[in-house]
């Protein structure tokens, strides 16, 4: 816990245990006085830089952040994301398509596996 910033482990204090009380992305900013932007960006550096479980929810009036406590929280976590990030690989790999054919140069911007 040292090596968290000020604003890292006041947003850490406040994400719940458990996906049944994840907080939302608002609630969070309005209790830090970040933006939810900024709430976000710390949530991504809790969990990839500091390897903290924190998962979030996409579901419908539940959604929000939360500390991964279970086998059913991390379903929960993770069940989202590679949806949302083969959408974002299909959107990269159609602007390379659009830049080939607008300025006749090839622009990588997926990573191959």
């Known amino acids: 816990m040292e090596q968290l910033t000020r604003k890292e482990r006041l947003v850490l204090g406040l ?3 458990g996906c ?3 907080v939302h992305k608002r609630r969070l900013a309005e209790l830090t006085g970040l933006s939810e932007r900024e709430a ?3 949530i991504y550096h ?3 830089e500091h390897g903290l479980p924190i998962g979030s929810s996409t579901e419908p009036g539940t959604g929000g952040y939360f500390i991964i406590t279970s086998a059913e929280d991390m379903e929960i ?8 990030a083969v959408k ?4 990269a790999r159609a602007l390379e ?4 054919t607008m300025f006749d140069k090839h622009f ?3 990573l191959d596996k």
């Open 97 to 100: 398509r659009i830049a080939q």
């Open 40 to 42: 976000r960006e710390i």
């Open 20 to 22: 049944k009380q994840a």
């Open 108 to 110: 990588k911007l997926v």
């Open 88 to 91: 974002i690989f299909k959107r």
């Open 15 to 17: 994400i719940p245990a």
């Open 77 to 84: 976590a993770t069940r989202h994301l590679r949806p949302r």
């Open 46 to 48: 809790l969990v990839v």
